[in-house]
């Protein structure tokens, strides 16, 4: 119930291309969902987040989508370039308690030029 | 900007010893979180503090584990008696949750090697 499904686990895309990792959840009381980018050696570092009142948000080259019905948000990231190469974490939150976060396994992307 | 610090970075101990991991939070956050990532995994919960006590803890956090907030400006982890399957990064986050606006700053993370 209180899992994130992430995939695929690793991806590889062309300089220029679009980059897209998927998640999805079960626990409809989620209420915050952050893209963390993870370099080797680094902390998780937050991306973008969204809401689930709303359907996409945009940040530069990174969007993120989210269908509420279907329980699944992605992270588009557009115009993928070599320093975008790093782990993407897909998370979740509750409304109450601490809001600790629930990470989804993490995706490896490799952008090559 | 400001940042979350961790000392230290790396830490080899022997098995059954007692390691404390340092973190210095984001100056006016009021929560702080421990979180691991054993190496190749995801990252995972370990415990959130706020108002000086615990507020949540997952299932990995058994009694070897503690924290504390010794004064003003530190958040420390200790492990009373490392296993090996304790070898992990232990990321420190902390955020400021007024307003809704639930971004969790980390830590680089001290990596934690239990022989």
């Known amino acids: 119930q209180q899992q994130v499904k992430q995939s695929p686990q690793s991806l590889i895309v062309q300089k220029g291309g679009i980059s897209i990792i998927n998640c999805a959840y079960e626990?409809?009381?989620?209420?915050?969902f952050p893209w963390y980018q993870q370099f080797p050696g680094k902390g998780p570092a937050l991306l973008i987040a969204?809401?689930?009142?709303?359907s996409e948000k945009k940040e530069g080259r990174f969007t993120i989508s989210f269908n509420k019905s279907a329980k699944q948000f992605s992270l588009h990231i557009m115009d993928s370039q070599p320093g975008d190469s790093a782990t993407y974490f897909c998370?979740?939150?509750?409304?109450?308690?601490?809001?600790?976060?629930?990470f989804g396994t993490g995706t490896r992307l490799q952008v090559f030029p | 900007e400001p940042e979350v610090t961790q000392t230290p970075s790396h830490q080899v101990t022997q098995m059954g010893q007692e390691v404390i991991l340092r973190c210095v939070p984001i100056?006016?956050?009021?929560?702080f979180y421990w979180y691991r990532q054993i190496l190749g995994q995801k990252v995972e919960f370990l415990v959130s503090?706020?108002?000086?006590?615990?507020?949540?803890k997952s299932e990995i956090f058994d009694d070897q584990f503690s924290v504390e907030r010794p004064d003003g400006s530190n958040f420390t982890l200790k492990i009373r008696s490392t296993k090996l399957e304790d070898s992990a990064m232990y990321f420190c986050?902390?955020?400021?949750?007024?307003?809704?606006?639930?971004?969790?700053?980390f830590g680089p993370g001290t990596r934690l090697l239990v022989l």
């Open positions: 969204i809401r689930p009142d709303v």
């Open positions: 503090f706020y108002n000086n006590e615990i507020s949540e």
């Open positions: 100056s006016n956050h009021l929560y």
């Open positions: 626990n409809t009381a989620f209420d915050y």
């Open positions: 986050a902390s955020s400021d949750t007024r307003q809704g606006a639930k971004t969790q700053y």
């Open positions: 998370a979740a939150t509750l409304p109450y308690n601490t809001d600790k976060l629930i």
